[in-house]
């Protein structure tokens, strides 16, 4: 009886030793594949960069900035396309920041959990996912057409505001509940209402985490085409704008202007403008990053 | 009443306003979509937008190809982005370690933030004349580059959200399963990932989503040839997606024409599209929110 047991225990270490050998083989197999698999993901996208950036990087120049487009958008600068996006992103950031603000405070602070809250969120999702182009056609029914704005600044502010509010509101919101509600008690306890709690108390310690939100959800204004197609870009408007009313030139609109729609444009102007848009965008994802990690160096809880 | 309470009062409200504008403004883009976009169905026939031509200047508003075109996109962009976005996400999420992950989410997140019409530049420049040469097609703009650029798009949303529901997986349930005798891979595959099975999923149709709505890219580099996609060679063939058709049209068009009402009629669909996508993403993510409330009271 107990030399059989003994014997078991031998086979059954034995079989258990082969089997773990294959399991760890499977295990390497299998993380190696992942790690291609990531690699084979990240890899393009510092290509991309570094692409952009050598090619690019030689055709811009100070004129390139602070110029006017000529003979066609063929030489000169792309000073009016830069202003517009500036302009757009300003303008999208005056409507959405506060509302998205708002919004984030009501489902954070106030709401309770019921049926319409869940309607809110269940509406904030679908606004996040409404194609680019289909938010085109809204601003292009209700705010030029409608509101008569006509092609301007600011139908476009709006119509990449609605675009980007759904940014903003979710990752304001997460910074909000990531407060402890600690500060919250004291400060209600100290004899606070609850609108000072938030001013005063809950909206400081948020604000790093607010503001990461709020410039990862401009870059993404800043970036996009569609939306703007019929509302705001010109193709070719070598001045401007002097008022909200005017339309503009936009950096994404005229990078596909240029790279598809006019014969002849030199490559060199082509890259120029895709490092001077991916510059931009780059920098307020720089921004984001370090706004955050800054903040959570420094968060004390 | 006092200064302070009226504040108060009128403060909170604003605020709840502000908290439903979410609602007011989903109504909104599908109430003008509606308004500009119902009058095509009283002024095109149904059988006209059921053929298999899309040739407005002939009155010809056959949206099946335009469907099929996005069809085939997403379909080749879902084949390229789900395996490699939800292996890299279980690979940043379970296997590197912390100081790499810092690094890594970040740099995929790049990729989301890149604007669609710089991948298309690099499309167009790039990927399409590659593809031309390697597979010896007639032209390189092609749904595949479509495809290819777009799964590209669709990576970094599956990832950060299949990350994130990766990472939301109580610690305890892998130390259970390695104390258990599991190697490290076995619990990813038969503990963790079932757990977070709902998150990975909704990261999935989230990203599908985006591919189905994105517009510039394929634009650009898909050829715009508005053909019903038929078998497994429409891949390698240019397309038109409903996306693109509306951006490249609706500038052209006088307003209030047949044209321009089907255009709006395309948004139409499209929303509906996102919109299904959606409900179903978000009604996965309630349902487990649920039930991991159940597990923990």
Redesign the interface.
């Given at each position: 009886m107990v030399a059989r047991n003994n014997f078991s225990t031998t086979l059954d270490s034995r079989v258990d030793a082969s089997f773990s050998q294959r399991r760890k083989w499977l295990q390497r197999l299998g993380f190696t594949v992942l790690a291609l698999a990531t690699l084979a993901t990240v890899t393009p996208i510092l290509l991309i960069v570094i692409h952009i950036f050598s090619n690019g990087l030689p055709g811009i120049s100070w004129q390139f900035l602070v110029e006017f487009p000529r003979d066609g958008m063929r030489s000169g600068g792309i000073l009016p396309a830069v202003v517009g996006t500036v302009g757009l992103t300003l303008g999208t950031a005056v409507f959405s920041v506060p509302l998205g603000i708002g919004a984030a405070i009501y489902l954070s602070e106030y709401a309770v959990e019921n049926r319409w809250t869940r309607a809110i969120r269940i509406a904030i999702i679908n606004l996040a996912g409404i194609p680019s182009i289909v938010y085109g056609l809204f601003g292009l029914g209700l705010f030029v057409i409608f509101l008569r704005l006509g092609t301007s600044i600011i139908a476009g502010s709006l119509t990449l505001a609605i675009m980007t509010l759904p940014i903003i509101i979710s990752t304001t919101e997460e910074a909000l509940r990531a407060v402890p509600n600690s500060f919250r008690v004291v400060s209600i306890s100290l004899g606070g209402t609850r609108w000072q709690t938030i001013r005063r108390v809950v909206l400081p310690q948020a604000l790093p985490g607010i503001l990461t939100g709020v410039v990862l959800g401009l870059e993404r204004a800043a970036g996009e085409t569609a939306p703007i197609l019929f509302t705001v870009a010109a193709f070719y408007l070598p001045r401007l704008p002097t008022s909200v009313f005017d339309a503009t030139m936009a950096l994404p609109y005229h990078l596909f202007v240029i790279s598809t729609q006019v014969p002849g444009m030199p490559i060199r102007i082509q890259y120029g403008t895709a490092v001077v848009l991916l510059t931009f965008v780059l920098l307020m994802n720089i921004t984001a990053t370090v706004i955050r990690s800054w903040a959570r160096a420094r968060r004390q809880w | 009443m006092k200064a302070?309470e009226f504040?108060?009062i009128l403060?909170?409200s604003?605020?709840?306003?502000?908290?439903?504008?979410?609602?007011i403004?989903?109504g909104?883009?599908f109430v003008?979509?509606i308004?500009?976009g119902a009058p095509a169905i009283f002024r095109v026939p149904l059988e006209n937008f059921l053929q298999l031509r899309w040739y407005p200047i002939e009155d010809r508003f056959g949206i099946l190809p335009l469907i099929g075109g996005s069809l085939v996109v997403t379909v080749g962009a879902a084949i390229f982005s789900i395996?490699?976005?939800l292996?890299?996400a279980?690979?940043?999420a379970e296997?590197t370690p912390r100081w790499a992950r810092e690094i890594?989410k970040?740099?995929?997140?790049?990729?989301g933030?890149?604007?669609?019409?710089?991948?298309?530049?690099?499309g167009?420049?790039?990927i399409t004349p590659f593809l031309r040469n390697a597979l010896s097609l007639p032209t390189g703009l092609t749904a595949f580059a479509g495809s290819l650029i777009l799964g590209?798009m669709a990576?970094p949303t599956i990832?950060s959200v299949a990350e994130d529901a990766l990472d939301a997986v109580p610690k305890t349930y892998q130390e259970a399963a390695l104390a258990m005798g599991a190697?490290?891979?076995?619990t990813i595959w038969r503990v963790t990932l079932p757990a977070a099975k709902s998150g990975v999923l909704t990261a999935v149709m989230?990203g599908i989503?985006?591919a189905?709505?994105?517009?510039?890219t394929v634009m650009?580099v898909t050829g715009n040839a508005a053909v019903f996609p038929t078998g497994l060679g429409a891949l390698f063939k240019p397309v038109r997606t409903m996306?693109a058709t509306?951006?490249a049209e609706?500038?052209e068009v006088a307003?209030g024409s047949t044209h321009y009402h089907v255009?709006?009629f395309i948004?139409i669909v499209?929303?509906l599209i996102?919109?299904t996508?959606?409900?179903i993403?978000?009604s996965v993510v309630?349902r487990q929110r649920k039930r991991a409330e159940r597990i923990l009271s």
């Open positions: - | 302070g504040k108060e403060i909170t604003l605020i709840k306003v502000c908290g439903f504008s979410a609602i403004f989903v909104m883009v003008f979509l308004k500009e395996p490699l976005g292996a890299s279980i690979y940043i296997v890594l970040p740099l995929v997140e790049v990729l933030g890149l604007p669609s019409v710089m991948l298309g530049f690099i167009i420049l790039i590209g990576i990832v190697t490290h891979w076995q989230l989503g985006r189905i709505g994105e517009t510039m650009m996306t509306i951006a609706m500038g307003s255009l709006f948004g499209l929303f996102s919109l996508v959606n409900l993403a978000a309630f």
